[in-house]
């Protein structure tokens, strides 16, 4: 099992069992999100500090559909430097609201989700942040490597209303091309 993966697993383990059932109605989620428009490779631009990430650069989650109609998940880094060895996790997500396809469930380990919510979202689908209930976790994420600076400005914006410190965020280091 790969550190990204095992890490992962307890990320995973402590937001659906720990944490699932806190705060939940408190966070927003965007009113409404196409998967199909979602889906595709996105680069992480920002995020907060957390275990499974920790030494992670050039950091990507990529989305496709699977037979069974789920979202398959592969999340993947370089550890150490833009060099160093790929890092990958493979799982799959699913939509638990589908009023909004805001709220996703994401799973690389059974029995273990933790929540996927969208909570702020490009009308073109060029950029998303992605947290979850407990606002111990929250994602930025680019269609590119990296960001407009006013798009990451107003995001920012945002944030504390949405009950996060953007104080805490970390760039996450990527390349400057493709």
């Given at each position: 099992?790969?550190?990204?993966?095992?890490?992962?697993?307890?990320?995973?383990?402590?937001?659906?069992?720990?944490?699932?059932?806190l705060?939940?109605?408190q966070?927003?989620?965007?009113?409404?999100?196409?998967?199909?428009r979602y889906?595709?490779t996105?680069?992480?631009?920002?995020?907060?500090?957390?275990?499974?990430?920790?030494?992670?650069?050039?950091?990507?989650?990529?989305?496709?559909?699977?037979?069974?109609?789920?979202?398959?998940v592969?999340?993947?880094?370089n550890?150490g430097?833009f060099?160093?060895?790929?890092?990958?996790?493979?799982?799959?997500?699913?939509?638990?609201?589908?009023?909004?396809?805001?709220?996703?469930?994401?799973?690389?380990?059974w029995?273990?989700?933790?929540?996927?919510?969208?909570?702020d979202?490009?009308?073109?689908?060029?950029?998303?942040?992605?947290?979850?209930?407990?606002?111990?976790?929250?994602?930025i994420?680019?269609?590119?490597?990296?960001?407009?600076?006013?798009?990451?400005?107003?995001?920012?914006?945002?944030?504390?209303?949405?009950?996060?410190?953007?104080?805490?965020l970390i760039?996450?280091?990527?390349?400057?091309?493709?």
């Amino acid at each position: 099992m790969t550190n990204l993966a095992a890490t992962l697993m307890a990320f995973f383990w402590g937001t659906s069992c720990a944490h699932g059932a806190l705060n939940q109605s408190q966070l927003e989620v965007v009113p409404s999100v196409d998967i199909n428009r979602y889906l595709g490779t996105w680069f992480e631009i920002a995020r907060y500090p957390n275990s499974f990430q920790g030494d992670c650069f050039a950091s990507t989650a990529t989305y496709s559909l699977r037979g069974d109609g789920n979202i398959k998940v592969i999340n993947r880094c370089n550890e150490g430097s833009f060099d160093g060895p790929i890092d990958e996790a493979v799982g799959k997500a699913w939509v638990v609201d589908p009023s909004t396809n805001a709220k996703l469930k994401v799973q690389f380990f059974w029995p273990f989700a933790g929540n996927y919510w969208i909570i702020d979202l490009d009308p073109n689908y060029q950029w998303a942040v992605v947290g979850e209930p407990d606002r111990q976790y929250l994602w930025i994420l680019s269609r590119t490597p990296q960001m407009d600076k006013n798009d990451y400005e107003g995001i920012i914006s945002r944030l504390t209303p949405k009950g996060y410190d953007p104080q805490e965020l970390i760039i996450t280091p990527q390349k400057e091309t493709l």
